[in-house]
């Protein structure tokens, strides 16, 4: 299972950022897709998930800030993270989701927001 992040980076409060998440073919055809994100000291939580019928659902906190998406032409899943907060730094994590739980991990990409 493939699952290659990037995209992270240092940003201004407020700034945005773009994640993407590089998939083995087959996951991305059948399986349910998903960003994490964990700060230090504190246990992996759920950012966003994504369907292969790109039904969406969002963590509470980056709800109309954060957009999940698939792009089909480069079996990637993308995180496009506006309006940054620095409650937003966290490493990120990409994931494959089986019955909506995490199977597999990408290897995580840092995030960090400056006040």
């Known amino acids: 299972v493939q699952l290659q992040a990037c995209g992270g980076g240092l940003v201004q409060a407020g700034g945005c950022l773009r994640l993407?998440?590089?998939?083995?073919?087959?996951?991305?055809?059948?399986?349910?897709l998903g960003w994490y994100r964990q700060a230090p000291g504190n246990q992996r939580d759920l950012v966003a998930t994504i369907t292969t019928d790109d039904t969406t659902n969002y963590a509470d906190s980056v709800k109309g800030r954060f957009t999940i998406s698939r792009d089909n032409a480069k079996n990637t899943v993308d995180l496009q993270m506006n309006l940054l907060k620095p409650e937003d730094t966290a490493v990120y994590y990409c994931?494959?989701?089986?019955?909506?739980?995490?199977?597999?991990w990408g290897q995580g990409t840092q995030v960090t927001v400056s006040s």
């Open positions: 993407s998440c590089v998939v083995s073919r087959i996951v991305f055809r059948f399986d349910v």
């Open positions: 994931a494959r989701l089986i019955r909506g739980s995490p199977t597999s």
